[in-house]
C-alpha cells in the first residue's frame, strides 16, 4: 500500500490485513526496536498473542510470527495483548498525524471518540463519505472497520480505568463505552485474557494510592523527546485561569463531550506524567486523546529530524536537543480565536486579552489542586460579546467577531477530523486572517506538520541570525526542502531565541 509511509526506513506493504513486508519487520522484532512501537503489532500464532515491536520476551519464530497494522487488527484475527509489554498501550501511530486523507482524518475522529458518541453513521457524516466508503478504506489500509477500531479503543480505556481508580466494575463498562456489563466483561477477557477483577488485582499489588478523584496514568512516546519548547510555549501563553503552571505540572482545563476536566502534566525522562480529574468518567478516552495530541506524543521524531538535518543549517540544531515537538492544542476553536488575539501584540497581551474573555464568558469551574477558575469560552457564548468592550483597533474587532460568528455557526471546522486545506482556504477568505494567523492555526489547531509561518517575527529573526533568507517569500522557497516537517523546523528556529516559550520554569 503505497499510502503507507514508514520514517524509520521501513515500508511495510499488507496483503490480506497483514503486513507482508516480514524480513524488515522481522528485523524491527529481533532487534526489540521501540522506535516501531505503534507503527505495526507483531502476533504468535502458537501463543495467540500480539505484542509491540519491542516486547522484552525472546522473539518467536519466524515462520510463527504475523504483522498487523493495527491493535484492533490484531484483537479482530483472534489474538490477545501480551501482559508483558502492553501493546494496547504502545504510543499511536505517527501516520494519522501527518496525513489528511479520509483514514487519517478518520483515525483522528475515532481517538476523539466520534464512533462511542455518534456511531459509525456519524463518523462517515463527519467525513462526507457513505458508511460503506468509510468502512472500506479502513478495512483496506488497517484491517479493521471502525467497530473494531473503537473497540480497542474502549478495551484500553477499561484497563485504564481498572488499574488506576476505585470505580465499581459496572461504572467502568459503561464509562469506557460499552453498552452492557458483558460485553465490557467479554472483551476485557478476549483482550488481556484476563478478567476485570484480576487487572484490578495485578495492578494493585505495590502501586501507591491515587487522589480521591483522580486517575494517574502514564502517557508513552516516541524517544527522544525535548520538553522545553514544548512546555515553555504552552507555561508561557497559557490563559490565567484556564491554564497554569503549579508545582513543576502544567495544568489546564478541559471542555470534554460529557462534563469537564483538569489535567495535570509534566515530563519525565520516558514518559510524560498525567493526572486526570474528570467530572464524568466517559470522557476519559477523549481527555487522553486531546491531551497527546496537544503534546504531540505520537510524532515520529527519528523521521523528522533524519530530514530536517540534511539542511546544515538545521543540523547543528538538532544535534543539540533533538526530539522537538510542535505544541498543539485540545481545542481548536479556543486556539483560533487566541491567534487573532495575538495578532501583532506581544505574549503578555495577548494572554491578557484571553483572560478578559475568560472572565467575562468562561464557566466557572472548581479546581481544589490549583488556581484553574474557568473553562475557555464556547463560541456560541463569544458570539454575543459586544465589540465595543474589546481594547484593540476596530479592524481587530471586525476579524475576531467575524471568526468568532463563523466557528460559532459549524461554517468551519477546526477539529481532530478537519480537511486541512478546506480550513484553511475559509479562513484565509475572513476579513483580516493572513498568512501568519492561518499557518498558525494549521500548525497548532489543525495539527499540520508541513503549517509554516514563515512572516513569524521569531522565524524570520532566527532565519537572518543563521544566515536564512529573512523574508517570507525566499525563505518559503528555502524551506521546501524541509518538506513535510515544516511545523518543526519553526520549532528548532524558534529555540534559538531568548525568550520564555523555550524554557520550563523552575518549579
Known sequence: ????????????????????????????????????????????LTTRIYCRPSCPVVPPKVENMRFYPSAAAAQQAGFRACKRCRPDASPGSPEWNDRADVVARAMRLIADGVVDRDGVPGLATQLGYSVRQVQRQLLA??????LALARAQRAQTARLLIETSELRMADVAFAAGFSSVRAFNETVQDVFALSPTELRGRAKRGAPPAAPGTIA?????????????LFGHLIATGVPGVEEWHNGFYRRTLRLPHGHGVVSLKPMPDHI????????????AIAISRCRRMLDLDADPIAVDEQLRTDPVLAPLIAKAPGRRVPRTVDGAEFAVRA??????STAAARTHASRLVQAYGEPVEDPGGGLTHLFPRMDALA????????FPKSRRTTLTTLIATLAAGEIDLG?????????????????????????IAM??????????????GVRYAARDLGLPESPKPLIEHARAWRPWRAYAVQYLWATGDHAINTIPAE
Open 1 to 44: 500500500m503505497s499510502q503507507i509511509r514508514w520514517k524509520v526506513s521501513v515500508r511495510p506493504v499488507m496483503l490480506d490485513d497483514v503486513y507482508e513486508c516480514v524480513e524488515r519487520c522481522v528485523r524491527a522484532v529481533q532487534s526489540k526496536d521501540a522506535r516501531f512501537d505503534g507503527w505495526f503489532f507483531t502476533a504468535v
Open 141 to 146: 489500509e488497517l484491517g479493521a472497520g471502525p
Open 217 to 229: 496514568l502514564r502517557l508513552p512516546f516516541r524517544a527522544p523527546l525535548t520538553p522545553d519548547n
Open 273 to 284: 506524567a498525567c493526572q486526570l480529574s474528570l467530572t464524568d468518567q466517559r470522557d476519559l
Open 340 to 345: 487573532v488575539l495575538g495578532q501583532q501584540v
Open 384 to 391: 454575543g460579546l459586544d465589540p465595543e468592550t474589546l481594547a
Open 416 to 440: 481532530a477530523g478537519a480537511d486541512w486545506d478546506q480550513a484553511r482556504e475559509q479562513l484565509a477568505a475572513l476579513p483580516g486572517i493572513g498568512p501568519w494567523t492561518v499557518e498558525s
Open 444 to 457: 497548532r489547531a489543525l495539527g499540520d506538520p508541513d503549517a509554516f509561518v514563515a512572516s513569524d517575527l
